[in-house]
């Protein structure tokens, strides 16, 4: 992608980019090597391994660059707090969805820190593999990955020689992908990033201290669950299949390489819980089902936690911002080289951070343009079924009505 760019505008956002995270590199040397491991990665360059990029970048040797990522001393975390208030001023919206999710990097051996063979959802099986968990951060400007976090198995944090071998630091214990999650959403609120609204896939979107943290955290969240789900005692897909026909309503979730995203979709509103809400509920609790057209049996589910005034376009236009890491993940893997990196300690893994300059560059060089969304009045239900409030299509209310 970057060699379609125009080469002074490419030029131009690299060294502004430098020169917000240069202080970051006390000596020139890594300044410059950092210089040089971006542009590769962003170059037309076949395979970003540490020899290729060091070809790229006229080196004699790719020594420097492994030194880079594995040895010298620089602060991944300060620069990935530089990129967070840089994606901040070129992306940022005060309807910012924060998006969770993991990805695998498949392994050879036993010494890349935290690898095992364990389940990836990228090939779609057991693979000895790497899991990280990954942020990113979307609004209608652009999106891109703006933090990681590398699970660590148990059969790495019980053993603390293996640890320290991949310099993992003492302090690093176990911590579930969803406590890795809940970590990286704190340092998000804590930077300039404006986020509203949170999603993730039903691997966190079932854990109900996940959705609780959101709550506490006055977090707006439309996460995927299972069709197991209970809610207030049944599960969510016996509830979904108690819905009227009016309240399927046709929306799309977003463009997509084929267009619009277009499912059926029915929403309702639960109760308020008063041991949590108080007797003045400021936020509104929903269940959510995605149906597809063409194979109507595909259902997915979803709960959401959304402002008062919300409706049921503003959810289907948060849970499709789901699908944006996965282009996100897509483009750092294809275009930044993500999953071909060669470094096998801990501290290098961190240091993998080009996908965010990638995206801003995209964002700019995107038509600009105001696009005004259509939002569908929310119609109550006048006969609610288990004590939830369906979300009616007005289009079919109109339509059923005018033939009475």
Request: charged share 25%.
């Amino acid at each position: 992608m970057s060699d379609d760019l125009p080469t002074d505008a490419w030029d131009r956002e690299l060294n502004e980019l430098f020169l917000r995270i240069g202080g970051r590199f006390t000596r020139v040397e890594p300044r410059r090597r950092m210089r040089d491991y971006v542009r590769g990665l962003l170059g037309p360059v076949g395979r970003k391994n540490s020899w290729q990029l060091a070809e790229y970048a006229g080196h004699q040797a790719p020594h420097g660059l492994q030194h880079l990522l594995a040895g010298s001393r620089w602060d991944a975390d300060e620069v990935r707090d530089d990129l967070q208030a840089y994606a901040a001023e070129q992306l940022g919206s005060l309807d910012g969805v924060f998006i969770i999710d993991d990805t695998g990097f498949v392994k050879k051996g036993a010494v890349s820190a935290g690898v095992q063979r364990q389940y990836s959802g990228t090939a779609g099986r057991t693979e000895n593999c790497q899991i990280g968990v990954f942020a990113a951060y979307a609004t209608s400007r652009g999106h891109a990955l703006v933090d990681r976090e590398l699970y660590l198995p148990k059969s790495w944090t019980d053993d603390r020689e293996r640890c320290r071998a991949a310099r993992i630091p003492d302090e690093r214990a176990f911590a579930t992908k969803g406590e890795l999650a809940r970590t990286m959403i704190t340092r998000a609120l804590a930077s300039p990033l404006p986020i509203a609204w949170v999603t993730a896939d039903s691997a966190y979107g079932q854990d109900s201290h996940f959705r609780r943290f959101l709550e506490d955290a006055q977090l707006s969240y439309v996460v995927a669950v299972p069709k197991s789900q209970q809610v207030h005692g049944p599960r969510i897909d016996h509830l979904i299949a108690q819905a009227p026909p009016e309240a399927w309503q046709r929306l799309s979730a977003g463009s997509g390489a084929k267009g619009e995203r277009l499912y059926d979709w029915a929403a309702a509103r639960l109760p308020a819980v008063r041991e949590f809400d108080g007797d003045e509920p400021t936020r509104q609790r929903w269940m959510l089902a995605r149906r597809s057209i063409a194979r109507p049996d595909e259902i997915a589910y979803y709960l959401a936690c959304a402002p008062l005034k919300a409706t049921v376009a503003d959810l289907v236009r948060v849970a499709g911002c789901r699908w944006k890491i996965e282009e996100c993940f897509q483009s750092a893997k294809n275009e930044c080289g993500l999953d071909q990196y060669e470094v096998r300690r801990y501290v290098g893994w961190y240091r993998q951070l080009a996908h965010t300059f990638l995206a801003v560059l995209a964002a700019q060089e995107r038509k600009k343009g105001k696009e005004i969304p259509t939002r569908p009045s929310s119609w109550t239900s006048r006969q609610p079924r288990f004590a939830v409030c369906w979300q009616l299509d007005p289009t079919t209310i109109l339509r059923t009505g005018a033939t009475q």
